[in-house]
């Protein structure tokens, strides 16, 4: 784009009635999105030096005047007596720009990339679905988890052999290289990761064939989990080194198993507790007796009073499920109804009847067994 066409104070996102502070301030946002070695797209370095190029003309009384009158700066016209680039430098003072310390302000560190550090490996999950007793008892499973693991041919350098891996000549070995540019601001030093080596200062000649230089193959290994007495659903277990293999010398990532515990045919579970209904014939609801049980540790005698209703529950106390953390168990609360029989002999009907009628109620099991 021709100077005389460019909106440097719409470059910078000011106004004309800017102060040099917001100019300041406008040009290190700006200077941080679009600095080459942070942004990679297509325009960054247009739209930095379109950036550089306002800035320097914004900031500077002599300059600004002159743009706002023309549009164009005494350079651009052709030169600009009297001008002083150290006397420019020392008026914005602050603003002449160090980029390490502008850049330490923005992330925390000198300005420029670092040797690239070799990376542990990846994390890995596994959903593992279990029955309601595994939760409730603890057990050991074995599961199978595919992941890459160290090559056991070149010991994770990805090399083929140790004389294979050589210093990179193009960094010398620092895994970053440093050119200089002259800006409107003076001139600074970047620093980039060595694209030979990608920040590593050495590199491998030949590369392991097993691996093929990746230092990991893949394989399926096989894991036993062991699942805690008392598991909820969605405990997680993390075991220590079973996931992806690091960067050579750089340690194993971990296992997170995550435990989804599958719905019981017969039980409920409420925290600790456990809920089940079970039918009771009318006969022991109403003489009283004893039924038997499921648990989840097996079956249970459960005493039934003389007298029991529907829908009355019992609670069978440390029959539930473990504590995780405590192990103090919960309990089972079995909820029980009463089973009328569809069909009876004609001498039940006759007990029924007479039963009936000593108790001063006739009508009601003649009504309902016709």
């Not at 596994?126 to 309601?132: A, C, G, H, I, V």
């Not at 456990?274 to 648990?295: H, M, N, Q, R």
């Not at 989840?296 to 019992?314: D, E, H, R, Y």
Request: charged residues 30%.
């Amino acid at each position: 784009m021709p100077a005389k066409d460019k909106d440097y104070y719409k470059v910078l996102g000011v106004s004309k009635n800017s102060t040099k502070d917001d100019i300041k301030a406008a040009y290190k946002k700006l200077a941080k999105q679009y600095h080459p070695d942070l942004n990679k797209s297509s325009d960054a370095a247009e739209k930095f030096k379109e950036i550089n190029e306002a800035a320097a003309v914004l900031s500077d009384d002599a300059k600004k005047a002159q743009y706002d009158r023309y549009g164009k700066t005494a350079e651009q016209f052709g030169g600009f007596e009297g001008f002083d680039y150290s006397d420019f430098m020392s008026d914005i003072g602050g603003f002449g720009f160090d980029f390490d310390r502008i850049f330490e302000t923005f992330f925390g560190g000198s300005y420029g990339p670092r040797t690239r550090r070799r990376q542990r490996g990846s994390d890995l999950r596994y959903d593992l679905e279990t029955e309601l007793e595994d939760a409730a008892f603890g057990a050991k499973k074995t599961i199978e988890i595919p992941r890459n693991e160290e090559c056991p041919k070149c010991h994770g350098t990805g090399a083929e052999s140790k004389s294979d891996i050589v210093n990179c000549d193009e960094c010398h070995g620092r895994g970053v290289t440093t050119r200089t540019q002259r800006t409107p601001f003076g001139l600074f030093s970047t620093t980039t990761t060595c694209r030979k080596c990608r920040g590593q200062g050495k590199y491998i000649k030949n590369e392991c064939r097993e691996c093929d230089g990746r230092g990991a193959v893949r394989k399926t290994r096989k894991i036993e989990v062991k699942i805690p007495e008392g598991a909820v659903d969605g405990t997680n277990l993390r075991i220590q080194g079973e996931g992806e293999a690091g960067e050579a010398g750089m340690p194993s990532g971990d296992l997170y198993i995550v435990i989804h515990v599958k719905p019981h045919k017969i039980f409920e579970r409420h925290g600790n507790d456990v809920y089940a209904k079970f039918p009771i014939p009318f006969t022991t609801a109403a003489l009283g007796g004893s039924i038997e049980v499921p648990t989840l540790k097996g079956k249970a005698t459960l005493k039934i009073p003389a007298g029991t209703q529907s829908n009355t529950v019992f609670r069978m106390k440390g029959l539930g499920i473990p504590d995780l953390h405590s192990h103090h168990a919960g309990d089972e609360h079995v909820e029980v109804y009463i089973t009328v029989p569809e069909k009876l002999t004609k001498k039940q009907k006759q007990l029924l009847e007479d039963f009936e009628e000593e108790g001063g109620k006739k009508g009601l099991f003649k009504g309902m067994f016709g």
